[in-house]
Nanobody, 124 residues
Framework: QVQLVESGGGLVQAGGSLRLSCAAS????????MAWFRQAPGKKREFVAG????????KYTDSVKGRFTISRDNAKNTVSLQMNSLTPEDTAVYYC?????????????????WGQGTQVTVSS
């Protein structure tokens, strides 16, 4: 089992950057594929980015490709999301999630563990 705690959210102007971090408890962090999801007001939660256990394979939703970068540090039990060139459409609560499967899936149901979320607000 793993517990996830996100940090790094906040208010930023359009065009700015934020870096989200997710700290995981437990000694088996490297056994999980990790992902970031987000949920904007009135919308369904959506996949943003994910990476496999080693971090060697990543996946992004089209709207963030070239702007967001996901990474992990298995020695520190952390996964990060560097977000650049932010737009108001990126405003959402961002969630860190862990999956015991090998590959990165974009569907919520594959992720058994979730953090509490961190708010990202991008002003125009």
């Amino acid at each position: 089992q793993v517990q996830l705690v996100e940090s790094g959210g906040g208010l930023v102007q359009a065009g700015g950057s934020l870096r989200l971090s997710c700290a995981a408890s437990g000694r088996t962090f490297s056994s999980y594929a990790m992902a970031w999801f987000r949920q904007a007001p009135g919308k369904k939660r959506e996949f943003v980015a994910g990476l496999n256990r080693s971090g060697g394979s990543t996946k992004y939703t089209d709207s963030v490709k070239g702007r967001f970068t996901i990474s992990r540090d298995n020695a520190k039990n952390t996964v990060s999301l560097q977000m650049n060139s932010l737009t108001p459409e990126d405003t959402a609560v961002y969630y860190c999630a862990a999956s015991a499967v090998i590959v990165v899936f974009t569907t919520e149901s594959y992720y058994a563990y979730w953090g509490q979320g961190t708010q990202v607000t991008v002003s125009s």
